[in-house]
């Protein structure tokens, strides 16, 4: 059965949904699993072992604070992002911690968290395992995660660890416009008459989703991360001294009001977009769109649309997230969207893509030109690597979203100007960036090993 959209928009924290937000929830539920089988309290010990991509940038993105967290119980949807220093400093200072909040044990992050950047599992690059011990070093349990992007977590068997999915995909009603492909999107909509958006509305609707409502939290939680960037002065954590850039830029938008420059807008949409994911690089509250690493880029286009555009009408916002969920959902079935799998191509690449193809939607545009604004974006986004410098969410990443966002709405444009005619397919160039991602050398695909991770190291 074709996914929920609301599947690829997940309220978190910063800085990475697959190294923050997938290992928190993991985390969580192995204690949670003790928890409900009775054994939380013969626990005296646990060990957590990351590895690959998730321990090579685990200290840059997070990951131990992060396990930390889902070890008190913590999930990444309801965490106060003020409340972590001090939660994640208590552990460290008294060296104990309280499983789910409750079962004090001795936890020493220092040594009971595990870097090994040496081995590969073969589920996904990005893997961890939480073992619990009992008395005289018994193993109680044991279980391996595999955190595969977008904050969505797999069990060694590949089940999902839904945390604050919105129900099981393979269960429920069937819905009246199941897509597996952007050409089943298209020729349903021949068939019909229907726009991509009407035909996810209605799917949304047989599954007895309330979408209208998840749309509006998930927008309202943007749009107050997009102020607080704006608004929030500093120096980004990691150790790069990256200074928030956002705050002043905005302070010198709004003193120069409106200006007789052509591209003021743009400035605008840069901003929103840097706003965003430097309160990411911060552990601020963000929405996975489809990562936290391509957090700002949607939000920018929408408030673009929002602000910006005289054509705009309040059922626009829907509209761009309905399209774009869609042709998210084709990206994260048919490839990914984990920059550890298949580069920042992946994250930017698909969050420019999703964005163009929703602001086509919510311009009035047909769904061959939704299909093909979509096409153009990833089309220019193929082959980015994902070379965090430090394994920071930092340098690239921030002026990457920023550059997108500019795309995706160049994207729309070029698409909405043509008649939805071109060469080369959604579905195409979907495969073609998997293929793009299965060819990348491991030292591109964000382990911090390549690019301007070795070529700027000290920046």
């Known amino acids: 059965m074709t996914p ?34 009775g054994s939380l309290p013969s626990v005296v010990a646990v060990e957590v072992e ?55 044990i001795p936890f020493d992050p220092a040594t009971d968290i595990r870097f090994d950047g040496a081995t590969w599992l073969p589920g996904h690059p990005n893997a961890l395992r939480l073992v619990a011990r009992g008395t005289d070093g018994a193993v109680l349990a044991g279980a391996t995660f595999y955190s595969v992007g977008g904050g969505v977590v797999l069990d060694e068997h590949e089940r999902r660890i839904d945390g604050d999915d919105p129900g099981d995909p393979t269960t429920g009603p069937p819905v009246p416009f199941p897509f597996a492909t952007g050409d089943d999107l298209l020729r349903m909509g021949r068939e019909t008459g229907l726009t991509i958006d009407a035909m996810v509305q209605a799917n949304e609707d047989r599954r ?38 956002a705050p002043g830029l905005w302070r010198s938008l709004e003193a120069q009001g409106d200006v007789d420059d052509p591209l003021h807008v743009m400035d605008r949409v840069n901003v929103y977009a840097m706003a965003v994911n430097e309160e990411n690089a ?51 079935e048919n490839a990914s969207i984990s920059g550890a799998e298949v580069g920042c191509q992946g994250e930017v690449g698909v969050a420019a893509s999703m964005a163009a193809g929703g602001l086509a939607a919510a311009l009035g545009g047909t769904n061959e030109q939704i299909e093909n604004a979509a096409e153009i974006a ?47 397919s959604l579905d195409q160039v979907i495969t073609t960036m998997a293929q793009t991602g299965r060819d990348m050398a491991s030292h591109y695909k964000e382990t911090a090993q390549g690019g301007l991770a070795v070529n700027v190291p000290d920046c």
């Open 208 to 245: 007895e989703t309330d979408v209208r409502t998840g749309i509006a939290r998930i927008w309202a939680v943007m749009n107050a991360c997009i102020d607080r960037g704006l608004h929030t002065e500093g120096i980004l954590p990691g150790g790069l001294t990256v200074p928030r850039r």
């Open 282 to 332: 911060a552990g601020g509250r963000v929405v996975t769109a489809p990562t936290n690493g391509a957090a700002g880029l949607l939000p920018a286009v929408a408030r673009y649309y929002e602000r910006h555009v005289r054509a705009s009408d309040p059922d626009g916002i829907r509209r761009i997230f309905l399209a774009a969920g869609a042709i998210g959902l084709l990206y994260r």
């Open 378 to 424: 990833m089309e220019h986004h193929l082959g980015m690597t994902c070379d965090p410098i430090g394994g920071l969410v930092q340098i690239p990443c921030i002026e990457r979203n920023a550059l997108g966002a500019v795309k995706a709405i160049n994207a729309a444009r070029m698409a909405l100007r043509g008649d939805g005619t071109h060469k080369v």
């Open 4 to 37: 929920s959209i609301l599947e690829l928009f997940r309220i978190g924290i910063g800085p990475s949904s697959s190294h923050t937000v997938g290992p928190m929830r993991a985390a969580r539920a192995f204690v949670a699993d003790l928890d409900a089988r």
């Open 50 to 104: 990351l590895y690959g991509s998730l321990a090579l940038t685990g200290l840059g993105h997070g990951t131990d604070r992060a396990v930390l967290l889902g070890l008190l119980g913590c999930q990444p949807e309801g965490v106060d992002p003020d409340a972590v220093e001090g939660l994640v400093g208590d552990v460290r200072e008294r060296r104990r911690l309280r499983l789910l909040g409750s079962h004090e």
